[in-house]
């Protein structure tokens, strides 16, 4: 692919976007933003789409997108040696100052590495110098464990957008890249790999994270975060385009954070505490967008912990808009909010038993009951909700067969129910399940725990299937298990196994092969009981959450206790005096 042939390509996209910014280059710090997968998914990833706009909100920065080649445009550039461009203005990724990557999946530390290559960047960052573009990456994983990508960032960007931008603006007030990497040092949430020494014991565990003397850095870096959200504006879709795995759909995050607190979620500890958007600006916001798209998309993790939650359902449904939720947790169903998403034209709901065992849900402190589940099954079904997702894990502790039989039967039950009233209509909706292993996941109350063996999963794995084979309008998705073993490794990693990343990228993803032939042992990061470890790759990044809280509810977890959030203990108490 020729410069001029990404030019008229970019200016196609453009061409069917609404909402993107340009601005002159000069007397600006310039960034080029990259969402390492391709444009299809990048503009539908909330978080990509609110960093372009806190950086391009700075009057004193001019931001662009770059993306993931397709397959066939990615094999002409790497074949002709054309430098990748950006969007908006179709300049070379390396002609910027700071390269900003915006990381969701695992899966695309090695699309991180690609996008260096296009732009003509080393891709270690001991192989660059101050000529290169600043090499920054922030997103999600920087959440969980930023080990495995640190040996290809000069930065690692840990926390939430809003509280990040001005600390790397300000770090460009210096044009020296060590006073720059100096300061940002010195910024809460940004963690400089290079500053830190990585100390081992003869375990092969890591003993310490050991700052360099000179650079200021701390030795721990606790990550950015916004006390409130009372004074920004809540995430939302900026740019609207129909090539998007959404099309032209409206999203905007509702509240941060869950106060549940299940022990396998990263999420729920990482986006504490919970804080609500504005209803005014959420409401503002959708009123500009309406004329732009007709279906909003409502993102949190805890929707119906925001206090007006049926207030902003019943104004979008006002506006005209259909309203697709994320997954709902159902213990705060109302039958007002099913019935305005009925209203509004969704037909389809998801929820997320995890589990079909009651003892099991308190094992992980998911806290509701099968009683609960099929009630909430009932309201939703009887409401005129025709089809309904569930989400499943695999590879719980404690989890025995009778636990699957349980999944089973659940699933039988709310199928039960989904008949009942799809008789009555004359039309019957379905059911879609989706089984994942359990990745024990860095800074989770099950981060010192081992990963079920793939055998085992995999035994698991072929017995869901019998038990699930052949029930009308239910379909189970039931993940690979050496898919969830190379997830593991990335998440459970160190920056030792950065040569695996590096094989994987080079050699087409063939992760098996990569991993052998770096030499990685796999099986020490993912199988291995993590308990006594003085040091685990994510502990230089303090997410907020004591380790002694964690170990508090790993012990709770084997004894099947739950911890219950605020509004559910409160409920408890009320209710104990009459049982």
């Known amino acids: 692919m020729k410069s001029r042939q990404q030019k008229e390509f970019a200016q196609q996209i453009l061409s069917r976007e609404v909402g993107y910014v340009q601005k002159p280059h000069a007397n600006r710090l310039r960034v080029c933003l990259i969402f390492p997968n391709t444009y299809f998914v990048a503009m539908s990833n909330l978080g990509f789409q609110t960093m372009y706009r806190l950086f391009n909100d700075q009057p004193d920065i001019v931001c662009e997108r770059a993306f993931l080649p397709a397959k066939t445009e990615l094999a002409a550039l790497r074949d002709s040696g054309t430098r990748l461009v950006t969007l908006e203005s179709q300049t070379p990724l390396g002609d910027f100052d700071v390269i900003a990557f915006s990381v969701s999946f695992e899966w695309d530390y090695t699309n991180v590495l690609t996008m260096l290559r296009l732009a003509g960047v080393p891709v270690r960052a001991a192989d660059r110098n101050y000529t290169h ?64 020494d990585v100390e081992y014991g003869a375990d092969g565990t890591i003993a310490a994270f050991v700052p360099r003397e000179g650079t200021g850095a701390p030795p721990i870096v606790k990550k950015a975060a916004l006390k409130t959200t009372d004074a920004v504006d809540p995430p939302s879709t900026t740019i609207f385009t129909p090539d998007t795995e959404f099309g032209s759909r409206f999203l905007v995050e509702v509240v941060r954070g869950c106060a549940n607190l299940c022990r396998f979620c990263w999420a729920g500890y990482n986006y504490l505490p919970v804080r609500a958007f504005p209803t005014g600006r959420i409401l503002d916001l959708a009123q500009a967008a ?189 993940k690979s298990e050496r898919h969830s073993y ?41 199988y291995r009981d993590r308990s006594n470890d003085a040091v685990l790759p994510w502990s230089i990044i303090d997410g907020g959450m004591k380790a002694q809280f964690f170990r508090n509810e790993f012990e709770k977890s084997t004894r099947a206790e739950w911890t219950l959030p605020p509004k559910r203990a409160k409920e408890n108490a009320r209710l104990l005096p009459v049982l």
């Open 290 to 478: 309406r004329k732009y798209s007709s279906r909003a998309g409502l993102v949190s993790i805890a929707l119906c912990d925001h206090p007006d939650i049926e207030h902003i359902l019943r104004s979008l449904k006002d506006m005209g808009y259909s309203i697709s939720p994320a997954s709902l947790r159902l213990d705060d169903l109302t039958p007002t909010i099913v019935s305005l998403l009925k209203e509004s034209g969704e037909r389809s709901l998801t929820i997320a038993p995890e589990t079909g065992s009651d003892r099991l849900r308190r094992v992980i402190n998911k806290t509701i009951t099968n009683e609960e589940i099929l009630a909430a099954a009932e309201l939703i079904f009887s409401s005129g909700i025709e089809s309904l997702k569930l989400y499943y894990m695999i590879g719980l502790p404690t989890e025995e067969d009778a636990d699957l039989v349980a999944v089973r039967d659940l699933t039988l039950q709310l199928h039960q129910i989904m008949l009942k009233h799809a008789r009555a209509r004359g039309r019957i909706g379905r059911i879609v399940a989706s089984v994942n292993p359990l990745v024990p996941k860095p800074g989770t109350a099950y981060q010192w725990l081992p990963m079920t063996p793939s055998d085992e999963i995999e035994r698991r794995m072929k017995r869901m299937r019998s038990l699930v084979a052949g029930i009308d309008n239910v379909y189970f998705n039931i």
């Open 133 to 196: 573009p600043l090499i920054v990456i922030g997103g999600a994983v920087t959440f969980v464990n930023p080990e495995p990508l640190a040996p290809f960032a000069d930065v690692i960007a840990a926390g939430e957008g809003e509280a990040l931008v001005p600390a790397l603006l300000d770090a460009f007030g210096t044009s020296s890249r060590s006073e720059q990497l100096k300061r940002l040092a010195q910024a809460r949430g940004y963690y400089i790999p290079s500053f830190y």
């Open 486 to 526: 190379y997830q593991a490794l990335l998440s459970l990693g160190d920056r030792r196994i950065a040569p695996a990343i590096e094989l994987a990228e080079a050699n087409g993803g063939q992760w098996r092969k990569a991993v052998a032939d770096a030499d990685v042992d796999g099986d020490f990061y993912i």
